[in-house]
């Protein structure tokens, strides 16, 4: 089988990249021929809030990846089209999880299919994204109205999705991020990090956006404080500003929290990801919204514990009571479940009981699927 993939690919860093790369490699295992078209441009730099969109690490040498994508320049959205409806794979495979992407996705979509041939399939993280502009909508319809069949990894996103097109959709949830490699001992973990092995760490986790709910947890943390239940207890936030930092700064100034929130406010690469989720007791997503996240599957990964929040998909991923539990978004709640964690044998078995779910959770699945959903488009 002959496969396309369109999406995010070394030098672009991030979960998304090591996706699609993730997804390569399984479909080259079962003997595809897999090329990956990447971006020679991503985001325009006065859209991207982060410091950089790219790593200075050698391309992987098993993967086939060319940068070819410009996403503001229709004449290159023409040229790559056509190329790709000239060589004719049997699918082309998409991410989407913006509509920032829906023209430039859309128009090489549709000029791919053209042959008659090749079939256009997307993996979705989000329909509506997280922040709202008045685009989204037409963006959204434009690209999802070019797509043969979608697999997704939440009901809501399903959801959503039914609000725009009735192509097959099937469900895959969010695979583990097997790149970061294996847990190491929590007093190595430590020392990597410069922390003190004889303080348990709490874990936040991931780029730093609005809707993550950062602000929850830190009013959370401070009614913790106030209770007396942060002794010899620190809150680790882990990941790189793609907001203004300021009034967080302020928030934990204000709490009075500078000695128990520890800011390692930066894009944390791939080889130290292990690190934090082996030094910490459980991580927290306190989420105000959510379609499913990443940050769970590393988790799973790690057999860490979580606590989240019952909001989009998460509670479907994350089972209360059984791998961490599951919330109310707001401080009250997620101060009551940080505290719960510290009860008894909670975190213990919770990690024994992660050893077991993680196995619902691979990239054979999500290929399998894939291809499952791609003879039910050839079919119609």
Known sequence: MKITIVGPAHPYRGGLASILEILARTFQRRGAEVDIRTFTLQYPSLL????????????????HITRCVHTV?????????????RERPDFVLMKYWTPFMAPCFGSIARLARRNGHTKVLCQIDNVEPHEHHLIDRPCNRYFLHSVDGFIYMSEQVHRELAAYTSVPALFSPHPLFENFGERVERSEACVRLGLNPEVRYVLFFGLIRDYKGLDLLLDAWAALRRKGCTEGRRLIVAGEFYTARE?????????????????HDRFVPDEEVKYYFSAADFVVQPYKTATQSGVTQIAYQFCVPMVVTDVGGLAEIVPDGRVGYVCPPTAEGVAAAIERMYEGDSLERFRRNSVEERRRFSWEEMCSRILELYDLVAAR
């Not at 320049?73 to 409806?85: A, E, K, T």
């Not at 700064?249 to 500078?258: C, S, V």
């Open 48 to 63: 991207f809030p982060g410091k950089s969109q790219t790593v200075t690490t050698p391309a992987p040498a098993d993967l």
């Open 73 to 85: 320049n229709p004449l290159n959205w023409w040229r790559v089209g056509r190329r790709i409806c």
């Open 247 to 263: 009034p967080y700064l302020k928030q934990i100034a204000d709490h009075g929290l500078q000695e128990e929130v520890l800011l």
